[in-house]
């Protein structure tokens, strides 16, 4: 099986979080293979790429109760 065959079929069952990730990784390995400035480079930002991986308690702007400032949490 081809290299880009083989990629394309393992890539296509993650999610295209993952999917994107693997791209920027690929796009890194040519960036230092030559030296042609990278589509994706390290240093820029995707937004949206994490989506769903954090949540936020809904409780966050509520006071920290004194037992916590007392330490004895």
């Known amino acids: 099986m081809a290299?880009?065959?083989l990629i394309a079929q393992r890539t296509s069952a993650l999610p295209e979080t993952m999917q994107r990730d693997v791209l920027a990784f690929i796009?890194?390995?040519f960036a230092k293979n030559d030296n042609e400035a990278s589509p994706i480079k390290s240093n820029e930002?995707?937004?949206?790429?994490?989506?769903?991986?954090?949540?936020?308690?809904?409780d966050f702007n509520e006071p920290l109760?004194?037992?916590f400032w007392l330490g004895q949490v």
């Open 3 to 5: 290299t880009l065959d």
């Open 27 to 29: 796009d890194s390995l």
């Open 45 to 58: 930002r995707t937004a949206g790429l994490h989506t769903g991986n954090l949540v936020i308690s809904d």
């Open 65 to 67: 109760p004194d037992s």
